[in-house]
């Protein structure tokens, strides 16, 4: 893996299929994590919080400066377009401005749900190893064709 690669969870993908996910509405949010676990897309059932059998807000980075509890909503009014056979996922960009009250080690970013009761995980990306928030601004600017595709 390497910094900004996006990790789409394949249990996300099966949520889609079987229809637990209407993200059209959905209020998507992302948070940080620790290096505590790897992320992969085999990763089992990831949610933000309880519920899951991969608990993700366990690993949250502490808590303090520009960063909050549970991360921030990057939700536009509607994530997804369609072009042809492919649909985009695609949010707000996202910055943490530097504070000497932020977390020291930002590994990964996790995309969630945060409309569902379940808050399923949807994606994470790899911020390239620990990111002192510290010493500079956090910042997610999301690819010109969006966070992912699905075709």
């Not at 690669?5 to 209407?22: A, I, M, P, S, T």
């Not at 059998?53 to 509607?78: C, E, F, I, K, M």
Request: with cysteine; hydrophobic share 35%; charged share 10%.
């Amino acid at each position: 893996m390497a910094q900004g690669d996006v990790v789409v969870y394949n249990q996300f993908k099966e949520g889609l299929g079987d229809g637990l996910h209407d993200l059209s509405s959905a209020s998507v949010w992302v948070a940080l994590v620790t290096n505590a676990a790897t992320q992969s897309a085999a990763t089992a059932d990831p949610r933000w919080g309880s519920g899951g059998s991969t608990n993700l807000s366990s690993n949250q980075v502490s808590v303090g400066g520009n960063y909050a509890t549970g991360g921030v909503s990057a939700s536009p009014s509607d994530p997804w377009t369609r072009s042809g056979a492919t649909c985009t996922f695609d949010l707000t960009d996202i910055t943490w401005s530097q504070s000497g009250s932020n977390p020291k080690s930002a590994t990964w970013a996790v995309g969630y749900n945060n409309s569902d009761s379940g808050k399923r995980a949807i994606f994470s990306v790899d911020l390239g190893g620990l990111f002192d928030m510290t010493t500079g601004d956090l910042a997610i600017t999301w690819n010109a064709s969006g966070v992912f595709t699905l075709a």
